[in-house]
Nanobody, 122 residues
């Protein structure tokens, strides 16, 4: 069974830092491209950061310079290092791989973890 399991979320004050982890099991590491999404009530799930099979990283504009996505050498764990956090970053964060966007149905389809919540307070 292929699984993604997130950890590291929690409550942090504005300006603080957190590091999220995504453990990949069931040979999920063979799919190299991984991404972090986040979602809040009433909003669509949005892409935060992604890393390609070649190691190139991309970021949503609002987190650029504050968040860093990385993987360990065996590709069994993916990380999201978050710094200078603000209340706007409050969301449930999801690790994912192989996500495809279906425009007609507005659906993101692929392998998802269960999510880890992040709350940033003033």
């Amino acid at each position: 069974q292929v699984r993604l399991v997130e950890s590291g979320g929690g409550s942090v004050q504005t300006g603080g830092s957190l590091r999220l982890s995504c453990a990949r099991s069931g040979n999920a590491y063979r799919v190299r491209r991984v991404a972090w999404y986040r979602q809040t009530p009433g909003k669509q799930r949005e892409l935060v950061a992604a890393i390609s099979g070649g190691g190139a990283a991309t970021y949503e504009d609002s987190v650029k310079g504050r968040f860093t996505i990385s993987e360990d050498n065996q590709r069994t764990t993916v990380y999201l290092q978050m710094s200078r956090l603000s209340p706007d970053d409050t969301a449930v964060y999801y690790c994912s791989q192989g996500i495809m966007y279906y425009r007609v149905s507005n659906a993101l389809v692929g392998l998802w973890g269960q999510g880890t919540p992040v709350t940033v307070f003033s």
